[in-house]
């Protein structure tokens, strides 16, 4: 009964995970051979055989007939022979079957445990190789688990993939069973347990979404300079176009948006900006600004800044939600951003000086503020408190009451 459990143990295996031949074969005589060390001392003069499709297996021990015994491991006398074949003369090799009723109990519990765990090994070192090649893949697999911090995802095979909550799309929800599409992020070994970590945030994952969606993309036509988003608010796609007779971003869009808009609906409707790549620093930054219209561009190499000047109605329009369109605009040139309200420009009738408030606010900070292009009531309240902290050194506080000062100004 033992022996059928342990027939059973590799043959399950052998079906159910997926192990080659080979290595089958090799683990099986591995187990035993080190099982017949432990019993016999050596195992040198033991003939494994193993059919893996039959799922079953011999083993035949080898010893010298001898008039005297010394050895009893690799000898047996003429006369143990002789009672049960009295052909064998003494120097010829006597070969009797071992069976496995003869490991004993406990032997045959250790095979099953060993062989388990060689087998474990093997899954873990083969899904850790299978994945390692996939870094940067989009897999699909199906929620099993959903916790607070992290989603157990499984793929096809059963496999457990780990979606943490860092890595998700920050309006991401899901339930047991949903389906979820992620990029393979990083492959690692946790006490030697392959850790899969999956991810919807990279940059990656929105790239192999462009190529999965725009042929043009996935044949080499159009490249993908560089991706730069913020999950789930905004993202932007520089892209270029190898053939002049198409245009990279027309074919990313598609005809009425037919292309962008799986991937928006993938990505909870991030709103994605394609661009079109060109080493013109200039260009490349007043199209990294759209929508809005730049009046004139200073770039500053050593420093790694850019001064964009603009019309006071496209302030609000170049730094965005939030300042999310500055921030990927700045990621996507490598450059640090500052934006100017041009005074070039004609005042707004309605707006208001700041040095109008020199009785409610400090001149220092009116002083700190105009630094940084913001001279009217206006050009200050279209700015992010965090903008203004940071280009104006001003504590937030002070800005925020600033604001709320200008604020009511125009309450009134």
């Given at each position: 009964?033992?022996?059928?459990?342990?027939?059973?143990?590799?043959?399950?295996?052998?079906?159910l995970?997926?192990?080659?031949?080979?290595?089958?074969?090799?683990?099986?005589?591995?187990i035993?051979?080190?099982?017949?060390?432990?019993?016999?001392?050596?195992?040198?003069?033991?003939?494994?055989?193993?059919?893996?499709?039959?799922?079953?297996?011999?083993?035949?021990?080898?010893?010298?007939?001898?008039?005297?015994?010394?050895?009893?491991?690799?000898?047996?006398?003429?006369?143990?022979?002789r009672?049960?074949?009295?052909?064998?003369?003494i120097?010829?090799?006597?070969?009797?079957?071992?069976?496995?009723?003869?490991?004993?109990r406990?032997?045959?519990?250790?095979?099953?445990?060993?062989?388990?765990?060689?087998?474990?090994?093997?899954?873990?070192?083969n899904?850790?190789?299978?994945?390692?090649?996939?870094?940067?893949?989009?897999?699909?697999?199906?929620?099993?688990?959903?916790?607070?911090?992290?989603?157990?995802?499984?793929d096809?095979?059963?496999?457990?993939?780990?979606?943490?909550?860092?890595?998700?799309?920050?309006?991401?929800?899901?339930?047991?069973?949903?389906?979820?599409?992620?990029?393979?992020?990083r492959?690692?070994?946790?006490?030697?347990?392959?850790?899969?970590?999956?991810?919807?945030?990279?940059?990656?994952?929105?790239?192999?979404?462009?190529?999965?969606?725009?042929?043009?993309?996935?044949?080499?036509?159009?490249?993908?300079?560089?991706?730069?988003?913020?999950?789930?608010?905004?993202?932007?796609?520089?892209?270029?176009?190898?053939?002049?007779?198409?245009?990279?971003?027309?074919?990313?869009?598609?005809v009425?948006?037919?292309?962008?808009?799986?991937?928006?609906?993938?990505?909870?409707?991030?709103?994605?900006?394609?661009?079109?790549?060109?080493?013109?620093?200039?260009?490349?930054?007043?199209?990294?600004?759209?929508?809005?219209?730049?009046?004139?561009?200073?770039?500053?190499?050593?420093?790694?800044?850019?001064?964009?000047y603009?019309?006071?109605?496209?302030?609000?329009?170049?730094?965005?939600?939030?300042?999310?369109?500055?921030?990927?605009?700045?990621?996507?040139?490598?450059?640090?951003?500052?934006?100017?309200?041009?005074?070039?420009?004609?005042?707004?009738?309605?707006?208001?000086?700041?040095?109008?408030?020199?009785d409610?606010?400090?001149?220092?900070?009116?002083d700190?503020?105009?630094?940084?292009?913001?001279?009217?009531?206006?050009?200050?309240?279209?700015?992010?408190?965090?903008?203004?902290?940071?280009?104006?050194?001003?504590?937030?506080?002070?800005?925020?009451?600033?604001?709320?000062?200008?604020?009511?100004?125009?309450?009134?």
């Amino acid at each position: 009964m033992e022996g059928l459990n342990l027939i059973s143990t590799f043959a399950e295996f052998k079906e159910l995970k997926n192990i080659d031949r080979i290595t089958m074969m090799s683990v099986l005589e591995d187990i035993f051979r080190n099982q017949l060390i432990k019993m016999y001392g050596t195992a040198d003069n033991f003939d494994i055989i193993i059919n893996i499709d039959k799922g079953d297996f011999e083993i035949w021990r080898n010893r010298e007939v001898v008039e005297e015994v010394e050895d009893p491991n690799t000898q047996i006398s003429l006369e143990e022979v002789r009672k049960t074949d009295d052909s064998y003369q003494i120097g010829e090799e006597f070969t009797e079957e071992v069976k496995l009723a003869s490991f004993g109990r406990r032997g045959i519990l250790n095979l099953r445990q060993n062989l388990s765990g060689r087998i474990a090994d093997i899954e873990k070192a083969n899904l850790y190789n299978k994945y390692k090649d996939k870094i940067g893949e989009i897999v699909v697999g199906e929620v099993y688990q959903a916790w607070r911090k992290e989603v157990l995802v499984m793929d096809e095979d059963g496999n457990e993939l780990l979606l943490p909550k860092s890595e998700q799309i920050p309006s991401d929800f899901f339930r047991k069973g949903d389906t979820v599409r992620a990029v393979v992020a990083r492959v690692e070994m946790n006490n030697n347990n392959p850790v899969i970590t999956l991810s919807r945030t990279s940059p990656v994952f929105l790239e192999r979404l462009f190529e999965q969606e725009v042929p043009e993309i996935f044949d080499g036509l159009i490249t993908i300079k560089k991706i730069v988003r913020i999950p789930g608010e905004r993202a932007k796609v520089a892209v270029e176009s190898y053939d002049e007779r198409i245009d990279p971003v027309g074919a990313c869009v598609g005809v009425k948006g037919s292309r962008i808009h799986g991937i928006v609906r993938e990505l909870r409707n991030e709103n994605i900006d394609i661009i079109n790549w060109t080493s013109n620093m200039q260009l490349l930054i007043q199209r990294a600004l759209s929508p809005a219209k730049i009046s004139s561009v200073k770039i500053n190499e050593e420093e790694k800044r850019v001064s964009v000047y603009l019309k006071p109605n496209d302030v609000s329009l170049a730094i965005g939600k939030g300042g999310s369109n500055i921030k990927l605009a700045g990621l996507l040139i490598d450059k640090e951003i500052d934006v100017f309200r041009d005074i070039e420009e004609e005042e707004d009738e309605e707006d208001v000086l700041l040095s109008d408030f020199s009785d409610e606010i400090d001149s220092w900070i009116i002083d700190a503020l105009k630094s940084i292009g913001c001279d009217t009531a206006k050009s200050v309240l279209a700015l992010p408190v965090s903008e203004i902290v940071r280009r104006a050194d001003l504590e937030e506080e002070t800005v925020i009451e600033v604001q709320k000062i200008l604020k009511a100004e125009f309450e009134e």
